[in-house]
């Protein structure tokens, strides 16, 4: 629980340092401002600048985000920031009534989603492999035939397809996941079985 209430914390710090360093010097400084600057850019008519901020790296994300904003014209300046300080700030408050939510009620109150896609900040690079994503091997003789026990072939299956249910069905435990260890000896097919 404690691992709970301090990421909540870490998000509410989270929010206040992206408003306060707008607020104060124009700046983004860190993953909830930049995803903002990128969201209003791409609603605005500047999907390419928010595509070009989403492909650095987070080292130079920060500077490349405010050299961009800079770049917008004094209207759009002033109208990215007041919406994303009003975003920013509807964010922190409900970040602080869950916190507060977990502190008087416990785990059992305090809302918790899963993680999507949309939680994680990716590039659409990123984004795109993970809904579709591709076999590890494409190259020939990637479509072969299991050929030793066919009692071990049906037991995999078996597991994998209980870990698929358990997936699909929103269950997420340890006991439910198989965890896949492959121990054998060169050219045995050990990357073919886990595809």
């Known amino acids: 629980m404690a691992d709970v209430l301090a990421s909540l914390q870490a998000k509410c710090l989270a929010l206040e340092e992206a408003r306060d360093c707008l ?7 860190n993953l909830p401002g930049i995803r903002l600057l990128i969201e209003w850019l791409e609603d605005n008519g500047h999907a390419g600048v928010a595509k070009e901020i989403g492909r650095h790296d987070k080292a130079s994300q920060s500077e490349f ?5 800079n770049e917008l014209s004094d209207e759009e300046q002033d109208e990215a920031r007041t919406w994303i300080l009003n975003k920013l700030e509807e964010a922190l408050a409900e970040a602080k009534k ?6 008087t009620g416990g785990a059992a109150t305090a809302q918790r989603k899963p993680i ?3 939680d994680v900040f990716l590039t659409d690079h990123w984004k795109d492999a993970l809904k579709n994503p591709h076999r590890l091997l ?7 035939e299991y050929q030793y026990d066919n009692a071990f072939k049906e037991r995999l299956a078996e597991v ?3 870990n698929l249910d358990s997936y699909s069905k929103g269950h997420s435990d340890k006991s439910s996941r198989a965890l896949t260890l ?3 000896g060169p050219g045995s097919g050990k990357s073919r079985t886990l595809t």
């Open 23 to 29: 607020q104060s010097n124009y700046r983004f400084v």
């Open 116 to 118: 999507g896609l949309d």
């Open 65 to 69: 985000a405010t050299e961009k904003f």
């Open 182 to 184: 492959v121990c054998a």
């Open 138 to 144: 494409s190259s020939t003789g990637s479509h072969w």
């Open 160 to 162: 994998f397809s209980k």
């Open 98 to 103: 869950e916190v507060e939510r977990f502190v």
